[in-house]
């Protein structure tokens, strides 16, 4: 690992600065201690945590996301493994620069609520997952042929009006919708900022739900121009159901919903 610090203008350089990682390098392991968390500038970083001998990954992680944070909010020892899947460059932050960004800017709490909230699901799924597995090798082998057919590749998408351009849904049960924080780094699932020049879109805008065969938009808290399916104008925070062929409105941006 090579760490590049940056100039601060008089600051203390190690409060930022940026890391490289090789392929399948080891940037942090479970139970050591840390005082730094990172944010993913380029690369993918895979979170990998150890229960009793066996290892399960926790999430994948890609441009924009951190992780490690809990070394700097708690100052407790890391509680899995990152790992480096391909070449990774990313941002270092100290608890003082942390500290310095949630006064300057406290929408960066609200980012890491809900990200907080998208990985204790993910840990909830785990636990099931264990839990269930105990309860089939205490009932004997599970049946193959009642296994649930593998997932179809979603092509679900949005299509700009205006340009034709087309933002595919993410294969997760949400698909945040937003334009690019040049802060952070932090990209939304479907990034309008290529076809939004007025700025209408909020950072964190809306997300689309999936559940099951249905899809549901609901916009974000703090959204500022507003989300209208068929130029009905939908309340903050209520998921509305949407169909395809459906116009949604993003601030000043339509686009139709497309089902294939």
Known sequence: MKAVFKSTGGKD??????????AGEVIFRQ???????????????????????ESHVLSRLEKGDFFGEMAVLESVARTADAVAISDVKA??????????????NPEIAVRIIRK???????????????VGREVDAD????????SPPAEKAIRHRLVDVASGTAFFFSK???TTIGRADPVTGILPDIDLTPVDNNRSVSRRHAKILRSGNDYH???????VNGTY?????????????????DLLKIGLISMKAVFD
């Open 13 to 22: 350089p190690i409060k930022e600065s940026s890391a490289s990682y090789g």
């Open 31 to 53: 139970g050591e201690l840390g005082m730094e968390m990172f944010i993913i500038q380029e690369g993918e970083v895979q979170i990998i945590k150890h229960i009793k001998d």
């Open 91 to 104: 941002l270092v932050i100290t608890g003082a620069r942390f500290d310095e960004m949630l006064r300057k």
């Open 116 to 130: 907080y909230s998208q990985r204790l699901r993910e840990a909830n799924e785990l636990l099931e997952r264990l």
């Open 139 to 146: 009932s004997g082998p599970i049946d193959p042929s009642l």
């Open 172 to 174: 997760a049960e949400e």
């Open 217 to 223: 938009v609901l916009e974000e808290v703090g959204t």
């Open 229 to 245: 399916v068929n130029d009905m104008r939908i309340p903050t925070g209520v998921p509305v159901t949407l169909h395809n062929g």
